[in-house]
């Protein structure tokens, strides 16, 4: 009995995917993209007057990079990168374009979701959200209800999976209708050499295609090495407190004077004690990291979410390098 459920543990009856293969790929898919909205605010950060849409659209970049990657590897090779690098794939064809929408702008709007859902949160126990906001109270409410859902199928579909009951281990593969299999190169690589002894248009399309998809495959494999390289390293510094990387960047010193767009007056130098967005004694003094100025909590919230930026010093920055000060 025992053996038995071993066994059924690690390799389903039904597709003969183990599922620690197919939690493995779950996870790769995961660190993949939060290696790419790593390297993206990184980027942004490091190099903020070229690259500063890089930080403040970080979760967009990753998207676009997200469907470039996973349509290429859908389109070649009938799987996902990270299903593709565990040598799994999905039987027959694929549809391609519900299953790229699954893989990447589900996942994009659940974290959208959860984002706006913290933020709201917080504005509340702040007491920042307008008293009349009917759409906000609605979500606030009903969020919680809908995540619980969509987490207690996940964690039920896995189960089934293990336990071989079902055929998917996860909504996206259900929906899709997509199921796992060992990948087959001469069953799912949908990808042709070059045409040799045609005509030269045709030929000349064909290494075209060829060189193309080569090109597309050396470049995920380079962007995939370079973000978990910037992630192991952080991780490394961050262990030995000396992270050069650290919110994407060294914290500069804080300029003499304050930026045009905040302060209009005569007077530019910055005052002691004073919030340089409202110009009075800070109020839940909060701490901007890529700064290292201080304001009041509720001034710079709104800031960051108008404005993406440090109202100082221009720096991009977001909601999460904020820390609240205690005295």
Same mark, same amino acid.
């Given at each position: 009995?025992?053996?038995?459920?071993?066994?059924?543990?690690?390799?389903?009856?039904?597709?003969?995917?183990?599922?620690? =293969?197919?939690?493995?790929?779950?996870?790769?898919?995961?660190?993949?993209?939060?290696?790419?909205?790593?390297?993206?605010?990184?980027?942004?950060?490091?190099?903020?007057?070229?690259?500063?849409?890089?930080?403040?659209?970080?979760?967009?970049?990753?998207?676009?990079?997200?469907?470039?990657?996973?349509?290429?590897?859908?389109?070649?090779?009938?799987?996902?990168?990270?299903?593709?690098?565990?040598?799994?794939?999905?039987?027959?064809?694929?549809?391609?374009?519900?299953?790229?929408?699954?893989?990447?702008?589900?996942?994009?709007?659940?974290?959208?979701?959860?984002?706006?859902?913290?933020?709201?949160?917080?504005?509340?126990?702040?007491?920042?959200?307008?008293?009349?906001?009917?759409?906000?109270?609605?979500?606030?409410?009903?969020?919680?209800?809908?995540?619980?859902?969509?987490?207690?199928?996940?964690?039920?579909?896995?189960?089934?999976?293990?336990?071989?009951?079902?055929?998917?281990?996860?909504?996206?593969?259900?929906?899709?209708?997509?199921?796992?299999?060992?990948? =087959?190169?001469?069953?799912?690589?949908?990808?042709?050499?070059?045409?040799?002894?045609?005509?030269?248009?045709?030929?000349?399309?064909?290494?075209?295609?060829?060189?193309?998809?080569?090109?597309?495959?050396?470049?995920?494999?380079?962007?995939?090495?370079?973000?978990?390289?910037?992630?192991?390293?952080?991780?490394?510094?961050?262990?030995? =407190?000396?992270?050069?990387?650290?919110?994407?960047?060294?914290?500069?010193?804080?300029?003499?004077?304050?930026?045009?767009?905040?302060?209009?007056?005569?007077?530019?130098?910055?005052?002691?004690?004073?919030?340089?967005?409202?110009?009075?004694?800070?109020?839940?003094?909060?701490?901007?990291?890529?700064?290292?100025?201080?304001?009041?909590?509720?001034?710079?919230?709104?800031?960051?979410?108008?404005?993406?930026?440090?109202?100082?010093?221009?720096?991009?920055?977001?909601? =999460?390098?904020?820390?609240?000060?205690?005295?």
């Amino acid at each position: 009995m025992a053996s038995a459920f071993g066994a059924q543990l690690a390799r389903s009856a039904i597709s003969g995917i183990s599922i620690f =293969d197919v939690l493995a790929i779950d996870d790769l898919t995961i660190g993949f993209r939060t290696g790419l909205k790593y390297l993206a605010d990184f980027s942004g950060q490091t190099w903020p007057h070229r690259l500063k849409f890089l930080y403040v659209y970080s979760d967009e970049v990753v998207l676009a990079l997200e469907l470039f990657l996973q349509y290429h590897h859908l389109k070649k090779y009938n799987a996902s990168f990270a299903e593709k690098f565990y040598g799994v794939a999905r039987d027959g064809k694929v549809k391609l374009l519900r299953t790229l929408l699954l893989i990447t702008a589900l996942p994009y709007l659940s974290s959208k979701l959860e984002a706006t859902f913290r933020r709201w949160k917080d504005d509340e126990a702040e007491g920042t959200q307008a008293p009349n906001d009917k759409l906000r109270r609605i979500f606030l409410r009903f969020y919680p209800y809908f995540y619980f859902v969509t987490r207690g199928s996940y964690f039920l579909l896995t189960l089934l999976y293990t336990l071989g009951r079902s055929d998917f281990h996860c909504m996206e593969l259900f929906l899709s209708g997509s199921r796992l299999e060992q990948f =087959d190169k001469g069953k799912h690589y949908r990808f042709s050499s070059p045409v040799v002894g045609s005509n030269l248009l045709i030929r000349y399309l064909s290494y075209t295609k060829y060189i193309l998809s080569s090109s597309a495959d050396i470049g995920i494999n380079a962007l995939v090495l370079g973000a978990h390289i910037l992630q192991m390293m952080e991780f490394w510094y961050q262990n030995n =407190d000396v992270s050069p990387f650290q919110k994407g960047s060294v914290v500069p010193p804080p300029p003499d004077e304050l930026s045009s767009a905040v302060c209009q007056s005569q007077d530019r130098h910055l005052p002691k004690g004073k919030c340089p967005l409202c110009k009075e004694s800070v109020v839940n003094e909060t701490v901007l990291t890529t700064s290292g100025f201080a304001f009041c909590y509720t001034c710079i919230v709104r800031h960051l979410i108008e404005h993406n930026t440090c109202p100082v010093t221009g720096y991009p920055s977001t909601v =999460d390098a904020l820390i609240k000060v205690y005295q």
